[in-house]
């Protein structure tokens, strides 16, 4: 018989990066940084990443502070569109114009985003979510982008396929998700920039609701 343990997925988004996203700002790679320095203590097995260089420096620098754990790069941890929802699956409550403005926003990304976005969105649910085999619990991490990290938040609460969308996370921010053997998946925190100094915060939101 075949046993089961519960899987925790720690999901990061990466750090800062400079307006043509080909490398960590200065400000990056401190909250890449401290976000090491607070997984110090974690058991972590294994840090996977996206192949854009922006989740792959960020990796790395987490990696310096947990020596021994390895890196692994995978397209299904990199940037894409998850899912590209029907018109008629939005919401026109509170406003259409909500509804109208995400069909708008999905449709400024690039075509191949767009069309091979949600095979590597079930390929990540298949490779980093569920229980694993076996006795012992494991720990993972992921370095990735936005949309990803809002999209396992999605599946994780069972929220329509939609709702990837308008989910924000700070970059460095920690979210983590446990799969155990016998309950739905549940979410123990997300978003948690608490190892970050004010300055360093970001919600997506004007500067001051950076905290």
Same mark, same amino acid.
């Given at each position: 018989?075949? #046993?089961?343990?519960?899987? !925790?997925? !720690? /999901?990061?988004?990466?750090?800062?990066?400079?307006?043509?996203?080909?490398?960590?700002?200065?400000?990056?790679?401190?909250?890449?940084?401290?976000?090491?320095?607070?997984?110090?203590?974690?058991?972590? =097995?294994?840090?996977?990443?996206?192949?854009?260089?922006?989740?792959?420096? #960020?990796?790395?620098?987490?990696?310096?502070?947990?020596?021994?754990?390895?890196?692994?790069?995978?397209?299904?941890?990199?940037?894409?569109?998850?899912?590209?929802?029907?018109? &008629?699956?939005?919401?026109?409550?509170? =406003?259409?114009?909500?509804?109208?403005?995400?069909?708008?926003?999905?449709?400024?990304?690039?075509?191949?985003?767009?069309?091979?976005?949600?095979? /590597?969105?079930?390929?990540?649910?298949?490779?980093?979510?569920?229980?694993?085999?076996?006795?012992?619990?494991?720990?993972?991490?992921?370095?990735?982008?936005?949309?990803?990290?809002?999209?396992?938040?999605?599946?994780?609460? &069972?929220?329509?396929?939609?709702?990837?969308?308008?989910?924000?996370?700070?970059?460095?921010?920690?979210?983590?998700?446990?799969?155990?053997?016998?309950?739905?998946? =549940?979410?123990?925190?997300?978003?948690?920039?608490?190892?970050?100094?004010?300055?360093?915060?970001?919600?997506?939101?004007?500067?001051?609701?950076?905290?």
């Amino acid at each position: 018989m075949t #046993t089961t343990a519960a899987r !925790y997925l !720690y /999901l990061a988004r990466h750090g800062e990066a400079t307006a043509d996203e080909s490398a960590l700002t200065a400000n990056g790679r401190r909250q890449a940084g401290l976000l090491g320095e607070r997984l110090r203590s974690s058991p972590l =097995s294994a840090i996977h990443h996206g192949p854009l260089p922006r989740a792959t420096q #960020t990796a790395r620098l987490i990696g310096d502070r947990l020596p021994g754990v390895p890196l692994h790069a995978c397209e299904p941890a990199g940037d894409y569109i998850p899912y590209v929802p029907g018109r &008629d699956e939005l919401p026109d409550e509170p =406003s259409a114009a909500y509804a109208d403005g995400m069909i708008e926003f999905i449709a400024r990304f690039p075509a191949r985003e767009r069309e091979q976005g949600p095979a /590597l969105a079930q390929a990540a649910l298949d490779r980093f979510t569920g229980p694993v085999e076996g006795d012992e619990p494991r720990h993972e991490l992921v370095v990735t982008h936005n949309f990803l990290i809002g999209w396992l938040v999605r599946a994780a609460v &069972d929220a329509p396929r939609w709702r990837w969308l308008g989910l924000n996370f700070g970059n460095a921010a920690l979210t983590v998700i446990r799969y155990a053997p016998d309950r739905p998946a =549940s979410v123990v925190f997300s978003n948690d920039m608490g190892h970050l100094p004010a300055e360093l915060r970001w919600t997506g939101f004007p500067a001051g609701l950076r905290m």
